[in-house]
């Protein structure tokens, strides 16, 4: 900005010198030397002359001398940011290609999880319910990484639906077919099932105790329980309870059930 404020001054003045003697600078300062080497001036003469010279020199304005050393740093500067702004033109290609090549790679796995996924449900889904058909269909969204999941299902005897219209026991061993459906394709060392079998009857309860056994035996996943139904609780391996002996104190409880089947058999 400064090298350009310089430039322009420069050319100012220019202006201002052919507008005052009706010449180029260049060819002012060469009839200016001619002068003085053709007439060498009397005192008042060089008084005139030296008075005019003033004159003119205060029409141009002021100069800075600096002006072209100064256009020479900052071309030098802008050089180096141009190459600076090409430098970073290639990194954001360079990151937007990666970008890309990620998210093409997650799109392939996704849907081929997604289609493991939605195999598994479907099996566990008529296993639980002992019929029916469901399935699991990304919506809202042509690419994978945005859309969203919706889950179909049909329970034996029952029109085809999405979930949030079914029963809370129909959605609880709905989601538990998701659930397990997940764990088959990608198991987890820990899995924790907070009171899924609240809403379920003991019929319900007993195929979800099932699946759960069998899930144990296809899977090296732990699972951990959370639960008030009698019915699963006998089908777990450990019960861990709470009981307060005296108030404000608590005491955790934990019972081995095949020892104490061992016990009650011997």
Not at 105 to 128: P, Q, S, W, Y
Not at 144 to 159: F, H, M, N
Not at 183 to 211: H, I, S, T, Y
């Amino acid at each position: 900005a400064r090298a350009e404020a310089a430039a322009e001054k420069l050319a100012e003045s220019a202006a201002n010198i052919r507008e005052t003697a009706q010449m180029s600078p260049e060819e002012l300062g060469r009839k200016l030397t001619d002068d003085a080497i053709a007439r060498p001036p009397d005192a008042a003469g060089a008084e005139s002359l030296l008075y005019g010279l003033e004159r003119e020199r205060e029409a141009l304005g002021a100069v800075n001398l600096r002006a072209e050393e100064e256009a020479a740093e900052y071309g030098d500067r802008l050089s180096a940011m141009k190459t600076e702004r090409i430098d970073l033109t290639q990194a954001i290609a360079k990151l937007r290609d990666g970008i890309d090549e990620l998210n093409a790679e997650g799109r392939e796995r996704l849907i081929a999880a997604f289609d493991v996924i939605n195999t598994n449900f479907k099996t566990l889904f008529e296993a639980l319910f002992g019929g029916g058909q469901a399935e699991l269909k990304l919506v809202e969204s042509d690419d994978p990484l945005e859309a969203g999941l919706e889950i179909y299902a049909c329970p034996p005897g029952k029109r085809l639906s999405v979930m949030s219209l079914m029963s809370g026991g129909e959605q609880a061993l709905t989601a538990a077919a998701l659930i397990f459906g997940v764990f088959l394709a990608n198991p987890a060392p820990v899995c924790v099932l907070d009171e899924v079998d609240a809403p379920l009857d003991d019929a319900n309860v007993d195929r979800f105790c099932r699946m759960l056994h069998e899930m144990r035996s296809r899977t090296d996943t732990r699972f951990i329980v959370i639960t008030h139904n009698p019915v699963t609780m006998s089908r777990m391996d450990r019960l861990y309870g709470v009981t307060m002996p005296e108030r404000g104190m608590s005491q955790l409880v934990s019972v081995d059930l095949q020892q104490a089947e061992e016990i009650v058999t011997a």
